[in-house]
């Protein structure tokens, strides 16, 4: 079977399952909502948010509801062991990863559908005045986040402490991410949109998906071997 | 690629600075069931979890014929089917979606046909279609095993496949495996469930504290020559 069959029946199966649950999309869009609701209240004085804070708000709370949905998602191939029986197939490792991360962007991604309407009529931004800009910021962005997250989650998934272990690793390895969002997003929102800033980060992102993927491709099969 | 034997030389395993197993070596060919008997903690899963290349020794080689899993990668791994304590399901798709979903992964050909094969082996046709997770113990048990045999691998390893079964199942999860090792391939298995599998185990062996001895031969049911040995 093909690299990308394999991957994509990986990641149709998580998507299945997630299907018949919905409990990965609901407890991260709750959990996110209320990230958002903690921010406002901190955040916004007199009807008007701290300066640039939007940008802030829309990352961290997509970083926050990012860790949570990664830490479900193994959660689940951990309860019955089945991380065990798709290590064991004769498939690529690397197109199982493929999978498993095609499967965790796209409940990110479906997230994201909700929160950033939600950051766009609660802080008032108008992040979609170059939609191209911002949908690539976002993309590449959570992208990124997931790759690096979906390593450090399957490499965690036996390890008794992996809630605590999981943030530990992931956020300082995805600052560069987080950044680069924040940035990219705050110069699409100035009052004139700065593009020349806001491309020179989307082109960072991008390099650091490159980076970052061919990175965990190539570790994710001896990390996974015990 | 295909292989007739499993030889485990001088195989040893260490979790930090606990010894799991010591110095463990012995063969099992094709066409036999051996059985590894042994106390809760003695190390059986640990090495059936070598044996099945999820785990990797910390010194001593497995081979496959004459191949090491490094060496045999991906076709290796289809030539072996493990069921673990854990059974490897999962528990939001139905019996059918978790097969096919293999045989997919497997890259196996007549999908279809393996599915209903399987389903029937298992006597889960008519719940072929719910949920595992609306599942007993006894037909996750026998819906991971048929799991496990949809490539009809080589080399097949089960850890504990008699938990939770009744005594209908058990006895036909006996037939099951003498149909398997009857095709040439080769059974490794744990258990606690002596009686359940004396009229067809070729070989046992006995672990503990990690070290492995071969059952000795003598008068009387596989239990009681198990506790011969333990006791003595």
Redesign the interface.
Known sequence: ?TFLA?AA??AR?DL??ES??REVVYTSLLFAISCMLVFAFGLVKEGRVVTDATAAILWITIAFAGTLALGRIFD?ER????L?????????RAAIYVGKLVGVLTLLLLVEAIVVPLVMVMFGATLFRHPAFMLGILLAGSLGYAAVGTLFAAMLARSRSRAALLPVLLYPITVPVIIGGVRGTAALLQPEADLVVARAWLTMLVAFDAVFITLCLWTFEPAM?? | MDFTSVTFSDVTRNFGRRRALSGVSFSVEAGQLAALLGANGSGKSTLLSIASTLLAATTGIVLYGTATAAAGGPALRNRIGLLGHDLYLYSELTAEENLRFFAELYGLDGVQRRVSDALRASALEDRANDPVSSFSRGMRQRLALERALLHSPRLVLLDEPFTGLDDSSAIALRARLARVRATGAIVLLTTHELEAIDTIVDAAYVLSRGRCMPLAPGAGSLRDRYRRQVQA
């Open positions: 079977m394999t029946r990986v199966k299945l399952v018949r649950s689940r309860q019955n062991e089945t065990r029986a798709l290590l064991l197939a004769p498939a690529s071997t015990e």
